[in-house]
């Protein structure tokens, strides 16, 4: 008998909560061919923004920066994705995290891996997923290494799936939000943790430097306003402002400058039209960040080029056109990388199709 339920279900499976605005997306516009079956990592904001979004979800494990505890999850979130296929009566996973690929090929569903940093950047990631998916999709910018074989490369950004105009409009509230006037300029400066795995060892924007970044931003009457996942000397905390997940790319889109050691949030400003200051010791490792660098919507530092970064800072906070010809830069981009989404999406509804039944 004919149901109103579609008739395949998806899980997908985000471990970071930029992969939650990417895959929801997908998911939407999935709407009506396949059901999505939400299993999440509890990690950084992830679970506070599936509960805004209102996601019905499970939770398979707690993200550990810990790299023994980690190991160990690899091979308890297998058994937990395997038996979660089963009692889910799932049709497909959809994920970049290593036991979502390992356990659905066990159970014997097709699934489908993605990413947009470099293998050799994450070796983790490469090594438990991607010998286990049957599609691995990566943006045309990604060293996939050995991987390269069973690629499939596309001329996209992740940040697009869900910053793309067709369904991100920022909204000129946020002001009001961070306790600013209607025309006052500001500068956002993400603080990372520098937790993850791939993170040990990396340095990014210290005490002496956002110093120095707040009183540059001070001199040219811009506001600084922080944004941190660390601790932040007293000195600081007048500047932090509590940035709710769901209402930080409108910040980003508001913003003079974005300043910061993060990946994710340096590439959301640079598509967003921001122009977007990475310092940390990834610059000049991550492919997708240096497509940016070369279209001039971003500008990554080593830690040992403070100078030269203080020095950026000051030429754009005293440059008048600088929202003109961002904006100029941002729409080559949009007309040179055509929205991810529905691609994506067909490339799971073929993965499903391809698979023996």
Known sequence: MPTNQPALRVAFLPAHPSQLWMLRAVADHLAGRAEPVWIL???????????????AYRVLSKA?????RAAFMLLTDTLRVWRLSKREHLDAWVTKYGPGNLGARLRGLPTLSFNDDDADVVPLVAWTSYPFAHRVLATRWTRMGRFEPGAIHYPGFHELF??????FSPDPAIRGELGLGSDEPFALIRLSALTAHHDVGVRGVDDSLLAEIVRRCANHRVRPVI??????????????????AHRIHHALAAATLFVGDSQTMTAEAAVLG????????????????????????????RPDQTDALLAHIESLLTRGDAHDEFAR?????????????P?????????????PR
């Open 41 to 55: 990592r509890d990690k950084d904001v992830l679970l506070a923004l599936a509960d805004h979004f209102g996601l």
């Open 274 to 301: 921001t122009p977007a200051l990475r310092l940390n010791d990834f610059v000049g490792r991550i492919g997708y960040l240096a497509e940016l660098e070369r279209r001039a919507l971003a500008f990554g530092y």
């Open 64 to 68: 550990s920066p810990n790299l023994f």
């Open 329 to 341: 830069r941002r729409a080559r981009l949009l007309a040179e990388c055509p929205d991810p989404v």
């Open 227 to 244: 944004s941190g996942e660390r601790p932040l000397s007293g000195e600081f905390e007048p500047y932090r402002f509590r940035i709710p």
């Open 343 to 355: 691609w994506f999406a067909e490339q799971i509804m073929t993965v499903i199709g391809e698979a």
């Open 162 to 167: 869900y910053l793309h105009p067709n369904r």
